[in-house]
């Protein structure tokens, strides 16, 4: 799926998922997402945000994490601000993980999950996890630089069958997914 958006400035990214059973251990799902410069927009990621992380120009912040899905509405929450992006990066992928320190977990695993990336009250993005849901992380959609210098959004969702790490490793590549 495509978007007609042009000319971004600044996106949110929101993801909510329900705790698990009581007994359980907890679930955790986080948002990644890796900056890729302009000359090289498929090669290595100039920089990743997560949790505990932020850009190093305050461009990419996360605002908000969970580690258990507990509360109401979107647990967690990144905000990206294409619009004070340096010129030398030209794309931004989007990700969501789960954390596999209890054992393999994949989206059908957990209850009640969803993603959205909006710009301000305009969603680009509404997804459920469903057609990933044999997947332990999945891309949800990038964000690259035209030549004239805007932002445009493709929204893409692709499973992967792989821990944080080596997700956020090959998030951004051609021909990865599952």
Known sequence: MSTPNKDIEKVEVRIKWDPSPHGEPDIDLDIIAATYPAEEPYGSPAY????????????????RDSRTGQGFGYDEVMTIELGRLADRYGRV???????????????????????????????????DFASVARSTAAVV????????????????????????????????SRDSGT
Do not use: C, K, N
Request: no cysteine; hydrophobic share 35%; aromatic share 10%.
């Open 93 to 127: 992928v989007v990700g969501v993980a789960i954390q596999q320190r209890e054992g393999r977990r994949t989206f059908g695993d957990v209850e009640s999950t969803g993603v959205q990336i909006r710009e301000g009250y305009t969603s680009l993005l509404e997804d």
């Open 48 to 63: 990743l945000v997560h949790f505990d992380s932020r850009s190093p120009d305050g461009t990419i912040t996360l605002d």
């Open 141 to 172: 959609g990038e964000f690259s630089r035209t030549g004239s210098g805007q932002w445009v959004f493709r929204a893409d969702v692709r499973g992967f069958d792989a821990d944080p790490d080596a997700f956020a490793a090959v998030m951004g």
